[in-house]
């Protein structure tokens, strides 16, 4: 299922307009690279994020999937930064993590159907 993709580890909101960083998982590719809580996307991989939805957001990423680079400038209390990551492998635990929550969540739903 989740196998061979890659991922981020940071959760975008849209902020109308633009985004900005709702989370940021522990030990994650974006986490290890500096992305921050409150984080303002202003680009990624020279394109603009100013004016872009979390839709926008999931395109550029799927774009950079092939060398899963990438090159963000974000804004943190008005100063840009760079930030260079690399999107990286789901880890064999975090697949666990998702399958399990899914079966949960899956099992509950059936069983209220009953």
Known sequence: ????????????????PGLIVKSVRENSPAAKRGLKPGDRLIALNGKSLTQATAKDFK???ADARNTGQLFMIVSRRNVYIALEMRLEPYTKEQIS??????????????SGAH
């Open 1 to 16: 299922m989740l196998s061979g993709r890659r991922y981020l580890g940071a959760t975008i909101d849209d902020h109308n």
């Open 59 to 61: 395109q550029a990423i």
């Open 97 to 110: 993590k998702i399958v399990a929550a899914h079966l949960a969540q899956s099992h509950a739903a059936a």
